[in-house]
Antibody, heavy 117, light 107 residues
Framework: EVELLESGGGLVQPGGSLRLSCAAS????????MSWVRQAPGKGLEWVSG????????YYADSVKSRFIISRDNSKNTVYLQMRSLRPEDTAVYFC??????????WGQGTLVTVSS | DIQMTQSPSTLSAFVGDRVTITCRAS??????VAWYQQRPGKAPQLLIY???GLESGVPSRFSGSGSGTEFTLTISSLQPDDSATYYC?????????FGQGTKLEIK
């Protein structure tokens, strides 16, 4: 059974940094693109970032480019999202997603990031 | 970036009704569209991939169609459990983008 467990969310001040982690199990981790998708309170889904299975190819939404960095440690079956220069509009639940041929196949339960002073 | 425009934003229907949600892409995306269901407080779940592929475990009353720039999600006979918000997503090219969502209510 596929399991994705996010951690690292919390309250951070504007301009601050936070690193999210997602521990994966139940599938061959290196075979899949991993993505982060976020959802601001009461709003829709926003794709944030994606990373190829070998870690060589990264993709970002314009709204986070140059501020967020996605990475993975295939020895630990874990994907990360390093977030810097955080803004109030980054406040959201962040979902870790196993991506199969582009479709978001399996989702974690999400971790809440709140950017506020 | 490719924009995905969903309609309607809200929809109310009776149990047993046939309902259709539409998604229009700002440029051709072939058949690279997926549909998701999200219940309140829960993570989204994949329903349909590549326009019409039914994800394993999803009831057969859900179906998808379309190509190019216009796509539809159809629920053939609405059930009480289908009350949720539905999203389309294009994965023709990065950055991937979602529609704004359709909230489906059961009368």
């Amino acid at each position: 059974e596929v399991e994705l467990l996010e951690s690292g969310g919390g309250l951070v001040q504007p301009g601050g940094s936070l690193r999210l982690s997602c521990a994966a199990s139940g599938f061959t981790f290196t075979s899949y693109v991993m993505s982060w998708v976020r959802q601001a309170p009461g709003k829709g889904l926003e794709w944030v970032s994606g990373l190829s299975g070998n870690g060589e190819n990264t993709y970002y939404a314009d709204s986070v480019k140059s501020r967020f960095i996605i990475s993975r440690d295939n020895s630990k079956n874990t994907v990360y999202l390093q977030m810097r220069s955080l803004r109030p509009e980054d406040t959201a639940v962040y979902f870790c997603v196993k991506t199969g041929s582009g479709a978001m196949r399996n989702w974690g339960q999400g971790t809440l990031v709140t950017v506020s002073s | 970036d490719i924009q995905m425009t969903q309609s309607p934003s809200t929809l109310s229907a009776f149990v047993g009704d046939r309902v259709t949600i539409t998604c229009r892409a700002s440029q051709s995306i072939a058949t690279w569209v997926a549909w998701y269901q999200q219940r309140p407080g829960k993570a989204p779940q994949l329903l349909i991939y590549k326009t019409s592929g039914l994800e394993s475990g999803v009831p057969s009353r859900f179906s998808g169609s379309g190509s190019g720039t216009e796509f539809t999600l159809t629920i053939s006979s609405l059930q009480p459990d289908d009350s949720a918000t539905y999203y389309c997503q294009q994965y023709n090219s990065y950055p991937y983008t979602f529609g704004q969502g359709t909230k489906l209510e059961i009368k």
